[in-house]
């Protein structure tokens, strides 16, 4: 569901030693067993906000994906 999609996108944001581009996020997220039209539809970009929005990811200039910053 939504949630395991968010938590997914959380765990290797956070887990990543550098920011993650959105298409590389994709192909994570597909690798680890997330459909195709979850990874890559409007499902992505609402929990990418979501959590952008909860602090607890980041999204840098460069439309990265990275770990939350404090606060």
Known sequence: GDSNLMGLIEK????SPQPVSK???????????I???RAHG?????????LKK????S???DGALWKALPQ
């Open 12 to 15: 290797i944001a956070n887990e």
């Open 23 to 33: 298409a590389m996020m994709k192909i994570k997220l597909k690798n680890a067993g």
């Open 35 to 37: 459909a195709h039209d």
């Open 42 to 50: 409007s499902y992505f970009y609402v929990a990418v906000d979501r």
């Open 54 to 57: 909860k602090g607890r990811i």
């Open 59 to 61: 999204v840098l200039e």
